[in-house]
């Protein structure tokens, strides 16, 4: 059975990563997973409604597709998920626009 989510990874350090949660086309929700020692902090927030049942697939595939390969045999009641509910109001950066593309140049 494959997998309901897909998460996308925007974000990776030595200790977290953020991930963009979609439905098919459309985005549910965010993703923060930080890794301190042999305890995960999971924050889930939700742009939607999920069912419980949902909630707990999202969670089992986050176990299963991330924590379980940073951490394969860590105990699972030190993974401490919190779950929001809520909107993105805007997003803000300093950097100046296009600061990602590649120049023509250097391709």
């Given at each position: 059975?494959?997998?309901?989510?897909?998460?996308s990874r925007l974000v990776r350090t030595v200790s977290s990563e953020i991930y963009v949660i979609w439905e098919g086309d459309k985005r549910i929700g965010q993703l923060h997973l930080h890794f301190a020692h042999y305890t995960i902090h999971?924050?889930?927030?939700?742009?939607?409604d999920i069912s419980l049942t949902e909630e707990?697939?999202?969670?089992?595939?986050?176990d299963e597709d991330i924590v379980s390969s940073y951490l394969p045999t860590f105990?699972?009641?030190?993974?401490?998920?919190?779950?929001?509910?809520?909107?993105?109001?805007?997003?803000?950066?300093?950097?100046?626009?296009?600061?990602?593309?590649?120049?023509?140049?250097?391709?």
């Open positions: 059975m494959a997998d309901k989510f897909n998460l999971v924050t889930v927030m939700l742009e939607t707990e697939e999202l969670l089992a595939q986050v105990e699972r009641e030190e993974m401490l998920v919190t779950i929001f509910r809520g909107e993105e109001i805007s997003a803000f950066s300093y950097s100046p626009p296009g600061i990602d593309e590649l120049d023509e140049d250097e391709e």
